[in-house]
C-alpha cells in the first residue's frame, strides 16, 4: 500500500505539471490525452481509497482495534490536507475566470480594431495615391504611339516613383513593362479576374504577396487614341513601405492573437478549471492515501498492543511484542512488555508458591489419613470444617455428609452420638482456651466403645474454630482389664490352689479315721460328706485350673498345619443333637503355623457357646464357614439364637462375663487370648437379617496364613495330637 | 474531509454526483448549425505515367467558423488520398496514401481571402471565391502508373477535414470536443477505371 501511494503520488505529480504546462505549449491532442490519463489516475486512485475505506470499514464492523483511531486520524489528516485545498482552489478558480475575463475587455478590443483600421486606412490612402498616379501615366500613354510606350512608360514610372509599371492588353499579355528593381525580370501578372474588373474603372488592391510582403497593385484601364481604340491595362505595383508594412502586420499579428484567445477564452476558462479541479482532485486524492498510509501506521501499535492483551488475557506472558520505534507509542510497547513479564513473572511466583501450599496442605492430610487418631476441625460457626478417615471410622460415620454443615446435626441424626456432639458442642462453645480431656461411652453397631477426647480451641485467626483428637482406646481399657483378670485369677488360683490339697487330704483322712468308730448311720453320712468336700474340692480345683489356664504365659508350640483338616477333625467329634450343623469350608488349602490344641480349644469354644445359645430355639442351626480374606484365614461360627445383648457385646470377652446358667464365663475370654497369641483377631456381631426375622451371633476369627510353608511339611492333625 | 462525517453511502452518492457533474460541464452540446465537407464527385484521371486526382466538394461553414475565420484564424483542410486492394478476410491491402494541406485565411489588412496550395498562396477578394478554389482540385497526381497492375481491383478513397492540429493553440483548445471545429467529409470510396 505505502509503495502504491508513493508510485501514485509520483505519477500524479508528474501528470500535474504536464497538465499545467499544456494550458500553453502542448496541443489539443495531446491535452485531450493528458486530460483523459489524468482522469483515469484519479479514477485509480478514488478506486484505491474506495477499497482502503471499504475495507477499514470491515474492519471497523468487526472490532478490529485500531480500525476506529485509524479513521479517525484519516479524517483529521485528510481534512487538513483538503481545507486549505479546496480555499485555494475556490479561490484561484475564482482568480483565474476573473483574471481572463480581465483580458478581454472592450477598450483592448477597440484599440485593436483601431489599430487595424488604421493600417487599412493608411495603405487604402497609399493605394488611392498610387492609382492618381496611375490615372495620370494612363492619361499620358493615351496619346503615345505603341512604338514609344516602353520609353514613355519608364520615364512615367520614374517621375511618379513607382517600382513597378507593365502595360497590358486586356488577355493579360504583357505589352511594356518597367522596373525599378534590376533583379525582376518578369512582373507578377494581375488574375484574369482583376483584368476584368479594371476594364471598366481603375481597380486598387492590396496584396500580400508570399515572400516579398504587401503590395499596392493598381490597374487602370488605358483608352488608346490610335485606330484600334483597343483597351490597354497599365498595372502599377508598388511595395508598401517597409516599416509602415511591418507595423500593420504586427498590429494584426495582436488582434489576430487576441482575437484567437477572445474565442476560446470560455473553453480556456474550462479549461483552466479543469485543470485546477484535476489537480485539486489528485492532491486530494493523493493527500488522502498518503494519509491512509500515515494513520494506518501510527494506528498499528495499538493492534500490536491489542494482540498483546489479547494473549495476556489467554494467560500467553510468553508474547513479547515487537518495538516499533522510539516514540511514544514505541515507550508504550516497551513498558508493555516489560509489564508483561512482570505479570509472568509474578504469576508464575504466585503458582510456585500455590503448589507449596498445595504440598504442604496434601503432607498433612496424609498425616491426617495416616493417623490412628480421629480428629475433627469445627469452625467457629461449629459447623464441620475438617475430618479424618479415622474419625469416620471410629464414629461409625461418613463425616463427608456433614462436612461443611453444623456439627450438632451428627448428633440429630445419630442418637447414639447424641451426647458426644453435645459434649463437644458444649466445650466447644466455651471461651477458655484451654485444652479440655473426656472419656465417653457410645454404642456402636460394633457394641459399646470408649472414646478419649481431647479438644482445644484454635489461637484466634482466619482459620480459628475449634480442633478435637479423639482415640478408640476400648481395646486399650479391654487389655488393661485382660491383664488386671490375669493377674488376679493367677493370684486367686494360687491362693486357692494351696489349702485345696490340705482340705481334701483332711477330708478323707476324717473319714479314714472315723468311718470305723461310727454307727453305719453316721458312717454313710460321714462318707457322704467327706465325698461331697472331695468333690467339691476337685471341681473347685478344675475352676483353679481354667484360671490358671487363662492367666498363663503363652507358652505355643507353633507347626504348620492346614486349618481346614483342624476344623473337620474337631467337628468329627462334636455331633450335636437335634442341631442341623453347616459347614462351608474353603477349598484352598488354608496353610496356618499354629498351636493344635489350642486351635482346638477355640473351636471347642466356639462351638460350646452356639450350642448354649441354641437352648430352647426352634429349628436350631450352626454354620461354621472358612475363607481366605485378605490374605487371611477367616473363620466364622453362626447360630440363629437370640444373639448377644447388646451392653455384653463389647465386654464379650471378658472373665466371668456370661449370660449362661452355669459356666466360668472364661470361655471367650480363653479363644480370644489364644487367637491373639496367634496373631489373629476376633470379633462378634449380631446378626441382623430383620427380612428374615432373624436373630443371632456371629464370631469372626481371623488368623494369618502362612505362605512360606511348603505344602509337604505340613503336619496332620492326628499327628500333632498322638505327639 | 467534511465527507467523514456523512455515512458510507451518503458519501458514495457525493462522489457519484461529482462525476457526473464533470461529466456533463466537459460533454459538448451539439450545435445545430454545424460545418459540413461535401465530397461530390471525386475521379482518377490517367496521365502518361501516372494518374491524377479530379475531386469537387462542398465546403459549408457554421457561422462560428465563418466568425472565427474572418477575424484572422487560419484554417487548414487536409484531404488525404488512399489506393488499395480489397482483400476479403483481411484488410485492404495499401498501396499509396497521398495527402495535401489546403489553407485558408483572412488578411485583414488588405481584406483578401488567401488561400495557400503546396506553398503558393493566392488572393481572392472573398470568402466565396476561396472556398471554390480549394474545394476544386484538379490533376493532383496522386499514384504512379507502376505502382498498379493489370486486372487487378483497386479501390479509391478520399476524405477532406479540417486538420486541428494545425489550429492555433487555444482555439485547439477551444475545438476540443466542439463540433464546430469538428469538419469531416464522410470516406468517399469508388472504384476507379484503370486504363493502362
Redesign the interface.
Known amino acids: 500500500m505505502r509503495y502504491i501511494v508513493l508510485i501514485t503520488a509520483i505519477l500524479g505529480s508528474g501528470l500535474l505539471y504536464l497538465l499545467a504546462q499544456s494550458g500553453s505549449s502542448v496541443s489539443g491532442a495531446d491535452y485531450t490525452l493528458l486530460l483523459g490519463l489524468n482522469i483515469a489516475f484519479a479514477t485509480a486512485l478514488l478506486l484505491i481509497i474506495a477499497f482502503q475505506l471499504s475495507r477499514l470499514f470491515k474492519q471497523i464492523r468487526a472490532r478490529v482495534i485500531g480500525s476506529r483511531l485509524t479513521l479517525r486520524l484519516l479524517g483529521a489528516f485528510a481534512l487538513m490536507a483538503i481545507t486549505p485545498g479546496v480555499i485555494v482552489y475556490a479561490v484561484s478558480v475564482n482568480f483565474l475566470k476573473h483574471s481572463i475575463e480581465s483580458w478581454f475587455n472592450v477598450k483592448v478590443e477597440a484599440a485593436l480594431e483601431g489599430g487595424v483600421r488604421l493600417g487599412q486606412s493608411s495603405l487604402d490612402s497609399m493605394l488611392a495615391d498610387l492609382k492618381q498616379k496611375g490615372d495620370n501615366m494612363a492619361l499620358n500613354l493615351a496619346f503615345q504611339p505603341t512604338n514609344s510606350q516602353l520609353t514613355v512608360l519608364n520615364d512615367l514610372r520614374e517621375k511618379s516613383g513607382v517600382q513597378d509599371a507593365v502595360l497590358l492588353t486586356m488577355q493579360g499579355k504583357i505589352l511594356a513593362f518597367s522596373s525599378n528593381d534590376a533583379t525582376t525580370f518578369l512582373p507578377a501578372t494581375p488574375s484574369l479576374d482583376q483584368l476584368r474588373q479594371a476594364r471598366l474603372r481603375d481597380f486598387g488592391i492590396i496584396e500580400p504577396i508570399a515572400g516579398k510582403g504587401l503590395y499596392l497593385r493598381a490597374l487602370i484601364p488605358v483608352n488608346m487614341n490610335d485606330i484600334g481604340g483597343e483597351t490597354r491595362i497599365l498595372q502599377l505595383l508598388q511595395p508598401v513601405p517597409k516599416q509602415l508594412s511591418d507595423t500593420a502586420e504586427a498590429v494584426q499579428n495582436v488582434y489576430q492573437d487576441y482575437q484567437e484567445l477572445s474565442l476560446s477564452r470560455e473553453s480556456m476558462k474550462q479549461v483552466f478549471a479543469l485543470t485546477l479541479t484535476l489537480v485539486l482532485m489528485l492532491a486530494m486524492l493523493t493527500a488522502v492515501s498518503v494519509a491512509f498510509v500515515l494513520s494506518r501506521r501510527l494506528s498499528s501499535p495499538l493492534g500490536v498492543l491489542a494482540d498483546g492483551t489479547r494473549a495476556i488475557a489467554r494467560g500467553d506472558y510468553e508474547t513479547v511484542l515487537p518495538v516499533h520505534g522510539n516514540d511514544e507509542l514505541g515507550v508504550l510497547v516497551q513498558s508493555f512488555n516489560s509489564m508483561t513479564k512482570q505479570l509472568g513473572d509474578a504469576k508464575q511466583a504466585a503458582e510456585s508458591n500455590r503448589a507449596r501450599v498445595e504440598a504442604a496442605r496434601g503432607y498433612l492430610e496424609t498425616i491426617l489419613a495416616h493417623l490412628s487418631s480421629g480428629v475433627l476441625a469445627l469452625n467457629d460457626k461449629g459447623e464441620l470444617r475438617t475430618y479424618n478417615l479415622t474419625a469416620s471410622n471410629i464414629l461409625g460415620v461418613v463425616l463427608g455428609h456433614f462436612s461443611g454443615h453444623p456439627f450438632e446435626k451428627v448428633g440429630q441424626e445419630f442418637p447414639h452420638l447424641k451426647n458426644l456432639t453435645d459434649l463437644i458442642l458444649q466445650n466447644a462453645n466455651e471461651t477458655n482456651l484451654n485444652e479440655w480431656q473426656a472419656e465417653i461411652e457410645i454404642v456402636t453397631t460394633q457394641g459399646q466403645r470408649t472414646l478419649l477426647l481431647r479438644g482445644t480451641r484454635l489461637p484466634y485467626s482466619a482459620d480459628s474454630g475449634y480442633l478435637l483428637v479423639f482415640d478408640d482406646i476400648t481395646s486399650m481399657v479391654q487389655a488393661q482389664r485382660d491383664a488386671a483378670w490375669g493377674e488376679v485369677a493367677r493370684r486367686l488360683a494360687h491362693e486357692i490352689k494351696n489349702p485345696l490339697t490340705p482340705i481334701q487330704l483332711s477330708a478323707e483322712r476324717i473319714e479314714h479315721k472315723l468311718s470305723s468308730k461310727l454307727d453305719a448311720a453316721d458312717s454313710e453320712m460321714l462318707k457322704r460328706a467327706t465325698e461331697t468336700i472331695v468333690a467339691q474340692v476337685d471341681a473347685m480345683k478344675t475352676m483353679v485350673n481354667e484360671f490358671s489356664e487363662y492367666a498363663r504365659a503363652p507358652v505355643l508350640n507353633l507347626v504348620n498345619l492346614d486349618f481346614n483338616a483342624l476344623v473337620r477333625d474337631v467337628l468329627e467329634l462334636y455331633q450335636p443333637v437335634g442341631i442341623s450343623l453347616e459347614v462351608a469350608l474353603t477349598k484352598q488349602s488354608l496353610n496356618l503355623l499354629g498351636d493344635a490344641t489350642m486351635l482346638r480349644q477355640v473351636l471347642h469354644n466356639l462351638l460350646q457357646n452356639a450350642q448354649d445359645a441354641l437352648d430352647g430355639v426352634k429349628s436350631p442351626k450352626i454354620e461354621v464357614v472358612t475363607m481366605i480374606n485378605a490374605n487371611q484365614i477367616q473363620l466364622s461360627v453362626a447360630d440363629n439364637g437370640a444373639g448377644f445383648p447388646m451392653e455384653m457385646i463389647s465386654r464379650a470377652f471378658e472373665p466371668y462375663m456370661t449370660t449362661k446358667r452355669h459356666g466360668t464365663g472364661l470361655g471367650l475370654a480363653i479363644v480370644k487370648k489364644i487367637v491373639e497369641e496367634h496373631q489373629g483377631n476376633i470379633a462378634i456381631e449380631n446378626v441382623k437379617a430383620e427380612l428374615a426375622h432373624q436373630t443371632g451371633a456371629v464370631v469372626l476369627v481371623s488368623l494369618p496364613m502362612n505362605k512360606t510353608a511348603p505344602k509337604k511339611r505340613i503336619v496332620k492333625p492326628k499327628k500333632v495330637e498322638q505327639a | ?2 465527507v ?2 456523512m455515512p ?1 453511502y451518503k458519501r458514495a452518492k457525493l ?1 457519484y454526483a461529482f462525476i457526473f457533474t ?1 461529466l456533463i ?2 460533454t459538448p452540446i451539439a450545435n445545430a448549425a454545424s460545418s459540413a465537407v461535401h465530397i461530390k464527385s471525386a475521379d482518377l484521371l490517367a496521365n502518361e505515367d501516372s494518374y491524377a486526382l479530379s475531386t469537387d466538394f462542398d465546403i459549408v461553414l457554421s457561422p462560428v467558423i465563418e466568425d ?1 475565420l474572418s ?3 487560419p484554417l487548414t483542410f487536409l484531404i488525404e488520398f488512399q489506393l488499395s486492394t480489397p482483400r476479403k478476410y483481411w484488410f485492404d491491402d495499401e498501396i499509396i496514401t497521398q495527402s495535401q494541406y489546403l489553407t485558408i485565411s483572412y ?6 481571402y ?1 488561400v ?1 496550395r503546396n ?3 493566392q ?1 481572392f ?1 472573398n470568402l466565396q471565391q476561396a472556398k471554390e478554389e480549394i474545394s476544386n482540385i484538379k490533376s493532383w497526381t496522386v499514384v504512379d502508373k507502376k505502382l498498379l497492375k493489370k486486372g487487378e481491383t483497386y479501390i479509391a478513397a478520399i476524405k477532406v477535414r479540417l486538420d ?2 494545425k ?10 470536443g ?1 463540433n464546430d471545429w469538428n469538419i469531416a467529409s464522410e470516406l468517399y470510396r469508388w472504384t476507379p477505371v484503370i486504363a493502362f
Open positions: 474531509m467534511m467523514y462525517f458510507y462522489l464533470l460541464a466537459f472565427a477575424k484572422g484564424i488578411h485583414a489588412l488588405s481584406r483578401q488567401l495557400v506553398g503558393r498562396q488572393s477578394a486541428q492540429t489550429l492555433p493553440k487555444p482555439v485547439q483548445v477551444e475545438a476540443i466542439s
